[in-house]
């Protein structure tokens, strides 16, 4: 009965013209974003990138400093506003620092 199936000029027909969708959508739908975190924790194994590890300490030191320096400022509104422009000068110091050495 299946073999009578797959002669069927339909069937072909249908083979032909889904087959190609099929294997796009079954490739798009397999493919990964090799910049995604996810894919570079499973490549490589390491469970959190030393980079992000590193920015996020620092701003929980940034953080913990404004607590402690302005009471109550974490229940303010504009507190997230100052930790990301606290965090901003320090990277855009890092970076001028990394521009003015002689690498040489």
Do not use: C
């Amino acid at each position: 009965m299946l073999d009578r199936l797959k002669n069927l000029k339909l069937v072909k027909q249908l083979k032909e013209t889904i087959s190609p969708r099929l294997r796009w959508l079954n490739y798009a739908n397999k493919t990964v974003d090799k910049t995604s975190a996810d894919y570079i924790k499973m490549i490589s194994g390491v469970e959190d990138i030393q980079t992000n590890s590193d920015e996020r300490r620092l701003e929980a030191m940034v953080r913990e400093q404004l607590k402690e320096e302005f009471p109550n400022i974490e229940n303010m509104k504009s507190y997230e506003l100052l930790v990301d422009a606290v965090m901003h000068n320090i990277k855009k110091k890092q970076l001028q620092a990394m521009d003015n050495l002689n690498i040489e």
